[in-house]
């Protein structure tokens, strides 16, 4: 966070890291850390042949796992990685101005989103029921 910090400065104002100093560095936390929100992030990062600028949306409980989920994303889809991306913003989007990529996720009290349930594996009730070998092959689906 520092060497990004004196990073971002540098291109704001003409200052270098000999020149100033850090006081304090401190942790913001989520005020309501269970609530699912959807964040939106414009960023900015160099790859093979030139620096893009992408704005992106991701659902997460936090901004940390939201940026987390980002990187693997931009690793995954653009072979991108980490030191070539830069945040430039990030906000909370409410529900009915998600992109059409999250509104399959996005439900209301009235019509909550719903998820198959593929490959479901029949537990045992107890540890006395469970068997090593059995005469059947389980049934995954339903």
């Not at 939106?40 to 042949?49: E, N, P, Q, V």
């Not at 980002?70 to 889809?77: C, H, V």
Request: net charge positive.
């Amino acid at each position: 966070a520092r060497s990004r910090f004196w990073y971002f400065l540098s291109k704001l104002k003409k200052i270098k890291r000999a020149n100033g100093e850090i006081i304090a560095v401190n942790e913001i936390y989520e005020k309501q850390p269970n609530q699912i929100k959807n964040y939106g992030m414009w960023l900015r990062y160099d790859s093979r042949s030139g620096t893009h600028n992408m704005y992106k949306e991701f659902r997460d409980t936090h901004l940390t796992g939201a940026v987390e989920k980002m990187y693997a994303e931009l690793a995954s889809r653009h072979r991108c990685r980490k030191s070539s991306i830069q945040i430039i913003k990030t906000c909370i989007v409410k529900d009915k101005d998600a992109t059409a990529r999250l509104k399959p996720y996005v439900g209301s009290k009235k019509e909550p989103c719903q998820f198959a349930l593929l490959h479901r594996i029949a537990r045992p009730s107890s540890k006395s029921h469970k068997k090593v070998y059995k005469a059947h092959r389980p049934t995954t689906f339903f």
